[in-house]
């Protein structure tokens, strides 16, 4: 294993040993090619750069106690990322094609995938976007797909601890018809300034309304919303929004552990109903939020006022961090152990 301070990673990007590539030329995709750049040659008129056609997944991959690394629903970010590419016209990645390169990325910086207990893990950024050149509007005749790797820390050091979200009006990340529901770079470059904006007021992140009448609540920011009420999980139903891993996850261990799950229109007023909030992605899993603030009619809702995740939170999220680690079992067969 290589030396790093895994207890200190930050969230963000650390130089791995190699990284994969595949292209599609002449109608055909290539084998997958190890690097061993952290650069890419590119075509300045690529459709890519001008165009916007480009998207990205994100996975991880943790150590357990055995030793062994786990690959979290890899399968899913496949079906996704072709989901990503129907919706901007790009030559989408074969599955077989987009495991071959994930699982060989894995495995040639295994030494960089976390020790167990660490918090740690191994997060895995597949990139597909417009190699060929184009100057009309068109989609590129060309594709290349990267996976490359970095070792990330927890996202919360010293434990899951709740944050503070700003409600956005003025920003819309995506259009209702739009590109929301797929994982393309121009929904991230959209949302950047009200991030920003609500990082400047002192908020982790922003609370995004759904774009056509800001009367229901969509994202926030990079990651899906879910109130609790009682014992019923309820989280949005909109056009707009990423269709999240983790969120689909959780919503299936809240199932079988008794407690209800909705999929449904939630109007922002209903935020006063809630018991806890919380934002699912990979990246947290889950971020219990510990208040909203609404800038434009002044309220305020407040979830936690301890510091700590609410009960129910806090067991979707045991539970599905326990599958991920292996220290619960992969009674869903979410996970694929590489070596
Ligand atoms: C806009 C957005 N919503 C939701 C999510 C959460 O998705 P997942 O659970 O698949 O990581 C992400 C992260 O990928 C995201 O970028």
Same mark, same amino acid.
Not at 88 to 95: T, W
Not at 170 to 181: F, I, K, Q, W, Y
Not at 232 to 237: A, F, G, H, K, M
């Given at each position: 294993?290589v030396h ?7 969230f963000?990007y ?5 990284n ?11 084998k997958?090619?190890?690097?061993d750049s952290?650069?890419?040659n590119i075509h300045?008129?690529?459709t890519g ?5 480009e998207?990205?997944e994100?996975?991880k991959?943790?150590r ?10 890899w ?6 990322m072709?989901?990503?590419?129907h ?10 094609l987009?495991r ?11 030494n ?5 207990g660490?918090?740690a893990?191994l997060?895995?950024?597949?990139l597909?976007? /417009?190699?060929?050149? %184009?100057?009309g509007?068109? #989609?590129?005749? !060309?594709?290349?797909?990267v996976?490359? &790797?970095?070792?990330? @820390?927890?996202?919360?050091k010293g434990?899951?601890k709740?944050?503070?979200?700003m409600?956005?009006r ?12 797929i994982?393309v770079?121009?929904?991230?470059a959209a949302?950047l300034?009200?991030?920003i904006?609500?990082?400047?007021n002192g908020y982790?992140?922003?609370?995004f309304l759904?774009?056509?009448e ?9 990651a899906?919303f879910?109130?609790?009420?009682g ?13 999240s891993i983790i969120n689909?996850?959780?919503m299936?261990?809240?199932d079988?552990? /008794?407690?209800?799950? %909705?999929r449904r229109?939630? #109007?922002?007023e !209903?935020?006063?109903e809630?018991?806890? &909030?919380g934002a699912c @992605?990979?990246?947290?899993v889950?971020?219990?939020v ?7 009619t ?5 979830y936690?006022?301890d510091?700590n ?13 326990g599958?991920q680690c292996?220290?619960?079992p ?10």
């Open positions: 294993m790093l301070n895994w207890n200190d990673l930050p963000g650390v130089k791995t040993d190699f994969v590539r595949c292209y599609f030329r002449d109608g055909k995709w290539s997958p090619e190890i690097s952290e650069y890419i300045m008129a690529a750069l001008h165009y916007g056609q998207s990205f994100g996975l991959a943790c357990g106690k055995d030793g062994k690394v786990r690959l979290f629903r399968d899913e970010n496949a079906k996704r072709t989901s990503s590419a919706g901007i016209v790009m030559e989408p990645v074969p599955h077989d987009f071959e390169a994930v699982f060989t990325a894995i495995r040639l910086n295994e960089y995938v976390p020790p167990y660490s918090g893990s997060y895995i950024r597949p597909l976007y /417009g190699s060929g050149p %184009e100057v509007v068109k #989609p590129s005749k !060309e594709y290349t797909f996976v490359f &790797v970095t070792p990330v @820390g927890p996202y919360f434990g899951v709740p944050v503070n979200m409600i956005c003025d920003v819309d990340r995506a259009a209702p018809l739009g590109t929301g529901n994982k770079g121009g929904n991230y949302s300034r009200a991030i904006k609500a990082r400047d982790s992140n922003v609370l759904d774009a056509k800001k009367k229901y609540i969509d994202e926030c920011g990079p899906n879910f109130g609790i009420k014992q019923t999980y309820i989280t949005p139903l909109s056009e707009s929004i990423l269709p689909k996850s959780l299936a261990i809240a079988t552990i /008794g407690i209800k799950t %909705e229109r939630i #109007p922002v !209903e935020l006063s809630f018991d806890e &909030v @992605g990979t990246a947290a889950i971020s219990p510990a208040k909203i603030t609404d800038p434009d002044d309220k305020t809702y407040i936690c006022k510091g995740p609410g009960p129910v939170s806090l067991k979707l999220y045991n539970k599905l961090v599958i292996g220290d619960e992969d009674e869903f067969g979410w996970i694929t152990i590489l070596g």
